[in-house]
T-cell receptor
């Protein structure tokens, strides 16, 4: 069965710090990978996605993620965070041929001004 | 950018009452979903719907839940007899196809069961 693990439940950083949020998945075949962000009081928004090709994908607001197939990982990175990045971040996986996506438990990111 | 729209944004209902949550998926999308997020917990898959029938459902989606696409645009989630533990944010989502496409989420409907 598909599963997604996000290792950090709550991360607190100062502005301008670098960010890396871990995500590992479990699935027996080819996957599509996603990071969604949920700002306080708002809905889920797509940050970036990986379907195929270059394993380093760039998303909105300066975020990027790298798919490392051998490690079943899809970590999210940003070189310099801003206060406005305070949100909850969800890693998600979808098996190719499957309908649904499965979410990780989310990481609450709190940026100190 | 096209959006998935949901109504109501917030509903308070008494335990045992029926609730219908409404969604208008993106117009050319063919796959529709409901997810829920209990406060402080992860986003959980409830059901997927394609070609006018349920294609997959989770253990959470028991007999008290049902989905319907009553016309060409709406996609509803009905909870027949609400329980306190049904209090959650319910997200509707849609996708153009299954794999290889992004799933777009609506803003959610907060359901509070009292």
């Amino acid at each position: 069965a598909q599963s997604v693990s996000q290792h950090n439940h709550h991360v607190i950083l100062s502005e301008a710090a670098s960010l890396e949020l871990g995500c590992n998945y479990s699935y027996g075949g080819t996957v599509n990978l996603f990071w969604y962000v949920q700002y306080p009081g708002q809905h889920l928004q797509l940050l970036l996605k990986y379907f195929s090709g270059d394993p380093l994908v760039k998303g909105i607001k300066g975020f990027e993620a790298e798919f490392i197939k051998s490690k079943f990982s899809f970590n999210l990175r940003k070189p310099s965070v801003q206060w406005s990045d305070t949100a909850e971040y969800f890693c998600a996986v979808r098996g190719v041929g499957d309908d649904k996506i499965i979410f990780g438990k989310g990481t609450r990111l709190h940026i100190l001004p | 950018e096209p959006e998935v729209t949901q109504t109501p944004s917030h509903q308070v209902t008494q335990m045992g009452q029926e609730v219908i949550l409404h969604c208008v998926p993106i117009s050319n999308h063919l796959y529709f979903y409901w997810y829920r997020q209990i406060l402080g917990q992860k986003v959980e898959f409830l059901v997927s719907f394609y070609n006018n029938e349920i294609s997959e459902k989770s253990e959470i989606f028991d007999d008290q839940f049902s989905v319907e696409r009553p016309d060409g645009s709406n996609f509803t989630l009905k909870i027949r007899s609400t329980k306190l533990e049904d209090s959650a944010m319910y997200f509707c989502a849609s996708s153009e196809s299954s794999s290889g496409n992004t799933i777009y989420f609506g803003e959610g409907s907060w359901l509070t069961v009292v």
